[in-house]
């Protein structure tokens, strides 16, 4: 098990970014695959960014373009680097494992809102 912890979020304009980060109890994020994670009201969570051990990435068609994820190993940290934030990405966000991976238990997440 690893505690990860998400920070960063708030409250934004459209077209506005953030960054997030996750920091983790341990250095874990060079190895298994990553994912970001986010969970809008009335919905159910979904993946938005992945990356694996090798550093390959991998993103939702809704944030294609818009969002990047990365790590540092040294900080053990995660990050998603959102620009272009559009009301519809107002969320809580978290990370964990990605799938085939099982899920550390979640983290408090962080959210984020975008309005004008």
């Known amino acids: 098990q690893a505690q990860l912890v998400e920070s960063g979020g708030g409250l934004v304009q459209p077209g506005g970014s953030l960054r997030l980060s996750c920091a983790a109890s341990?250095?874990?994020?060079?190895?298994?695959?990553w994912a970001w994670y986010r969970q809008a009201p009335g919905k159910q969570r979904e993946s938005v960014a992945i990356?694996?051990?090798?550093?390959?990435?991998s993103y939702a068609d809704s944030v294609k373009g818009r969002f990047a994820i990365s790590r540092d190993n040294a900080k053990k940290t995660l990050y998603l680097q959102m620009d272009s934030l559009q009301p519809e990405d107002t969320a809580v966000y978290y990370c964990?494992?990605?799938?085939?991976?099982?899920?550390?238990?979640w983290g408090k997440g962080t959210l984020v809102t975008v309005s004008s």
């Open positions: 964990n494992r990605a799938p085939p991976f099982t899920p550390y238990d």
């Open positions: 990356l694996t051990s090798v550093g390959t990435t």
């Open positions: 341990r250095s874990i994020f060079n190895i298994y695959k």
